[in-house]
């Protein structure tokens, strides 16, 4: 047999390699071709691998957005410890629950929703929410200047109500398109309904959210539950589409026009996707294994944020508790993998009996809200109603994280460093997500030998001690890092008694990121980071 000459090897390999490469990210994550991968198979149980963690990028552009501590991906070596964080539950919760007659019928209350959708509009200055009114009835709308005190304004659409739908609807999404050029789609709501076979997508268009046009799309059979999101990365459609036989899990199928498609013939032609795995721990009273019930997701500063509702069974609960689901984390960096690192209910159910997220805890379309130096999350829960209507008597609730606060690197009293990866941007000046109030922060940058750059040392480094979301790092002397405009390099992070939650490189002396924002949130007038600390003082006049 023939040695095939090592030179000869390397070519032929990397002709296959550059056939088979596909798109490559703001990241520098290189796709495969064809995407999404068609060869994806759900092992039952199993984790799915993540391949860019494995196989980072040599080199991580971050000029898109605050550059998070979620995984490894960023992060070559370190000696602090990464700490993920649970939302903290509103203590004024309910912030919006059934007061109207037209959201109670037979089956209970309800004024929740179930995906729909909770936006801040910079056109407006208003936080707005689609929601369900009555048990999957009809789909109503309520306003709020403050994210905390909600209005149900009188329409013209069911006269005297805010009833902005009517119609049966099972999971529901809307989205504030701000990258939309067309005014009239500037709102578009997808409606769940059932029929003959199953579930299908209905889309409809709006101007302003309230006056919806006749359907201008119905897909074909999907699972119930099915919801849909904006990937703002790769400019793409994603249809999060729950499956139909077998334990609950989601397909995949992504268009970049809505109307032109392609669409499925069948749930089989979407590539599956993710679902639970042996890493999502039972419920001790259900001893059931966990599945996964829908997943929302969205663009946040530089990775998709994904909302897993997880289903943990619903045989041997008390007589009329609704369904006791959770609401957990993951990321993905590239848009169709998902990292789930922490498996504890981000967001999850009362125990207490009667409670009003006693139970079905879920997610709202568009996630979360960017309101000052925290995140709002809005979400639906269940109280049920006695055996025959344990799934009603719906309501919502807010939760808050900090901003940026799913995870940190946290260093106790010795001095602990993070080592980055090369990376490269074309801004100048380094800001940080930082909490070392009684701490202290420095920040230097390496050559590819790891040489400190001079003036860019850690001694340099005037040393932050502050607990701000926003916080910029200087050093004495010339601290513009324009000169370092792409070229590969990377930082060290020296850290003591604090938590580092992020880091970004911007032009911007306003901090902004240009990364996006979920949801939008007050100050800001797109679905990105453009405007820094004004984004900041925005939210300080909400109080």
Same mark, same amino acid.
């Given at each position: 047999?023939?040695?095939?000459?090592?030179?000869?090897?390397?070519?032929?390999?990397?002709?296959?390699?550059?056939?088979?490469?596909?798109?490559?990210?703001?990241?520098?994550?290189?796709?495969?071709?064809?995407?999404?991968?068609?060869?994806?198979?759900?092992?039952?149980?199993?984790?799915?691998?993540?391949?860019?963690?494995?196989?980072?990028?040599?080199?991580?552009?971050?000029?898109?957005?605050?550059?998070?501590?979620?995984?490894?991906?960023?992060?070559?070596?370190?000696?602090?410890?990464?700490?993920?964080? &649970?939302?903290?539950?509103?203590?004024?919760?309910?912030? &919006?629950?059934?007061?109207?007659?037209?959201?109670?019928?037979?089956?209970?209350?309800?004024?929740?929703?179930?995906?729909?959708?909770?936006?801040?509009?910079?056109?407006?200055?208003?936080?707005?929410?689609?929601?369900?009114?009555?048990?999957?009835?009809?789909?109503?709308?309520?306003?709020?200047?403050?994210?905390?005190?909600?209005?149900?304004?009188?329409?013209?659409?069911?006269?005297?109500? +805010?009833?902005?739908?009517?119609?049966?609807?099972?999971?529901?999404?809307?989205?504030?398109?701000?990258?939309?050029?067309?005014?009239?789609?500037?709102?578009?709501?997808?409606?769940?309904?059932?029929?003959?076979?199953?579930?299908?997508?209905?889309?409809?268009?709006?101007?302003?959210?309230?006056?919806?046009?006749?359907?201008?799309?119905?897909?074909?059979?999907?699972?119930?539950?099915?919801?849909?999101?904006?990937?703002?990365?790769?400019?793409?459609?994603?249809?999060?589409?729950?499956?139909?036989?077998?334990?609950?899990?989601?397909?995949?199928?992504?268009?970049?026009?809505?109307?032109?498609?392609?669409?499925?013939?069948?749930?089989?032609?979407?590539?599956?996707?993710?679902?639970?795995?042996?890493?999502?721990?039972?419920?001790?009273?259900?001893?059931?294994?966990?599945?996964?019930? +829908?997943?929302?997701?969205?663009?946040?500063?530089?990775?998709?944020?994904? &909302?897993?509702?997880?289903?943990?069974?619903?045989?041997?609960?008390?007589?009329?508790?609704?369904?006791?689901?959770?609401?957990?984390?993951?990321?993905?960096?590239?848009?169709?993998?998902?990292?789930?690192?922490?498996?504890?209910?981000?967001?999850?159910?009362?125990?207490?009996?009667?409670?009003?997220?006693?139970?079905?805890?879920?997610?709202?379309?568009?996630?979360?809200?960017?309101?000052?130096?925290?995140?709002?999350?809005?979400?639906?829960?269940?109280?049920?109603?006695?055996?025959?209507?344990?799934?009603?008597?719906?309501?919502?609730?807010?939760?808050?994280?900090?901003?940026?606060?799913?995870?940190?690197?946290?260093?106790?009293?010795?001095?602990?460093?993070?080592?980055?990866?090369?990376?490269?941007?074309?801004?100048?000046?380094?800001?940080?997500?930082?909490?070392?109030?009684?701490?202290?922060?420095?920040?230097?940058?390496?050559?590819?030998?790891?040489?400190?750059?001079?003036?860019?040392?850690?001694?340099?480094?005037?040393? &932050?001690?502050?607990?701000?979301?926003?916080?910029?790092?200087?050093?004495?002397?010339?601290?513009?890092?324009?000169?370092?405009?792409?070229?590969?390099?990377?930082?060290?992070?020296?850290?003591? +008694?604090?938590?580092?939650?992020?880091?970004?490189?911007?032009?911007?002396?306003?901090?902004?990121?240009?990364?996006?924002?979920?949801?939008?949130?007050?100050?800001?007038?797109?679905?990105?980071?453009?405007?820094?600390?004004?984004?900041?003082?925005?939210?300080?006049?909400?109080?």
């Amino acid at each position: 047999m023939k040695t095939i000459p090592t030179i000869f090897l390397t070519l032929l390999l990397g002709a296959v390699t550059s056939a088979s490469a596909g798109e490559t990210l703001y990241n520098g994550i290189q796709l495969p071709s064809p995407w999404p991968p068609t060869d994806m198979v759900l092992k039952t149980g199993e984790p799915t691998p993540v391949p860019y963690l494995k196989d980072p990028p040599a080199v991580i552009p971050i000029d898109v957005g605050r550059q998070l501590f979620v995984d490894d991906f960023l992060i070559e070596s370190t000696t602090l410890q990464r700490v993920h964080h &649970l939302a903290e539950i509103h203590t004024g919760n309910p912030i &919006l629950k059934a007061d109207q007659p037209w959201e109670t019928d037979r089956k209970g209350p309800m004024a929740m929703p179930f995906s729909d959708g909770v936006w801040f509009d910079p056109k407006d200055q208003l936080f707005k929410m689609w929601y369900i009114a009555g048990y999957l009835r009809q789909t109503a709308y309520a306003t709020s200047r403050d994210g905390l005190h909600w209005e149900k304004p009188s329409l013209n659409v069911k006269a005297g109500t +805010n009833v902005v739908h009517v119609g049966g609807r099972d999971s529901n999404t809307v989205w504030l398109d701000s990258e939309e050029t067309d005014p009239q789609r500037r709102f578009k709501m997808w409606t769940m309904t059932g029929g003959k076979g199953g579930f299908r997508y209905v889309l409809r268009f709006s101007p302003d959210g309230i006056h919806w046009g006749d359907p201008v799309l119905q897909t074909a059979i999907s699972g119930d539950r099915s919801t849909v999101f904006w990937n703002p990365f790769r400019k793409v459609w994603v249809y999060s589409l729950r499956t139909t036989t077998g334990p609950r899990a989601r397909r995949y199928w992504e268009v970049k026009d809505l109307l032109a498609g392609p669409q499925w013939e069948k749930i089989a032609d979407a590539v599956p996707w993710t679902g639970s795995d042996r890493l999502d721990p039972m419920r001790d009273d259900l001893k059931t294994t966990p599945q996964l019930y +829908n997943v929302d997701a969205v663009g946040y500063e530089s990775v998709m944020l994904g &909302l897993f509702s997880i289903w943990h069974g619903d045989k041997n609960i008390p007589p009329g508790r609704p369904k006791p689901n959770s609401i957990c984390v993951g990321y993905s960096r590239d848009g169709f993998h998902w990292d789930r690192p922490d498996r504890r209910p981000f967001i999850g159910v009362s125990e207490n009996a009667g409670d009003w997220n006693w139970g079905n805890v879920q997610s709202a379309g568009g996630c979360c809200l960017v309101v000052g130096d925290r995140l709002w999350f809005y979400f639906s829960g269940r109280a049920g109603m006695g055996p025959k209507n344990h799934d009603s008597n719906g309501a919502t609730g807010l939760a808050f994280l900090r901003r940026d606060g799913f995870a940190s690197m946290d260093a106790g009293q010795s001095e602990a460093v993070l080592t980055t990866r090369r990376v490269k941007f074309s801004g100048n000046r380094l800001f940080v997500n930082l909490a070392a109030a009684s701490g202290e922060f420095r920040a230097e940058v390496l050559d590819k030998d790891n040489k400190p750059i001079a003036p860019f040392t850690a001694e340099n480094c005037q040393p &932050l001690q502050l607990d701000k979301t926003l916080a910029v790092v200087t050093w004495t002397g010339p601290a513009d890092l324009s000169k370092l405009s792409g070229q590969p390099v990377k930082f060290r992070f020296h850290l003591k +008694n604090g938590a580092l939650y992020a880091f970004w490189v911007t032009p911007d002396a306003s901090g902004a990121s240009h990364g996006y924002i979920a949801a939008g949130g007050p100050g800001f007038t797109s679905n990105r980071d453009t405007v820094g600390t004004k984004g900041y003082d925005a939210a300080r006049k909400l109080n």
